[in-house]
């Protein structure tokens, strides 16, 4: 399957993102984010894996949630135009589609829908981190990884 046809699959109500997307890979191991830094693209999972944690002034990591395909990163930047909330860390090899937010600025002044889908992929993200927030505050780092392992 293609980049497209795989981006396609997973985000179905982004077609109108086809002619804008493109598509990069990253090692297992490296950051596609890091919490702070400015962030002016949203990036589409198609596959591999990827932590998604917050370092907390005590000096540990809080991890939100392990990425797979059908997550994106950037859209909470997106509405808020605030540097990453998160790092990224990939755990394989990662491909990704990805647009820049101005681009995707005016592809949503085109079609005002496309906001309407990107806020309900924030309220599932919303909801999913909420869920696993509540389940996980008590446990170290060490116990959530070993939860997420198959």
């Known amino acids: 399957m ?4 795989t981006f396609n699959y997973f985000f ?27 962030l002016n693209h949203i990036y589409f999972f198609l596959n591999g ?14 991890l939100f949630q392990v990425y797979s395909p059908g997550w994106s990163i950037g859209d909470i930047e997106f509405f808020l135009n605030c540097p990453a909330s998160c790092s990224v860390k990939t755990t394989s090899v990662v491909r990704v589609g990805v647009i820049a937010h101005d681009t995707l600025r005016l592809v949503c002044l ?10 309900k992929g924030l309220a599932e993200k919303l909801r999913r ?17 070993a939860s997420y392992l198959k």
Do not use: C
Not at 2 to 5: A, I, K, M, N, T
Not at 110 to 119: C, G, I, T, Y
Not at 129 to 145: G, H, Q, T
């Open 110 to 119: 085109r079609k005002s829908s496309l906001v309407n889908d990107l806020a």
């Open 49 to 62: 894996s990827a932590w998604v944690y917050q370092n907390q002034a005590n000096g540990r990591a809080y």
């Open 2 to 5: 293609s980049d497209l046809e």
């Open 12 to 38: 179905p109500q982004f077609t109108e993102l086809n002619d804008e997307i493109q598509f990069s890979s990253y090692d297992s191991g490296s950051f596609i984010t890091h919490e702070g830094e400015s």
């Open 129 to 145: 981190n909420s869920f696993d927030a509540a389940k996980n505050m008590s446990f170290p780092l060490i116990n959530r990884l």
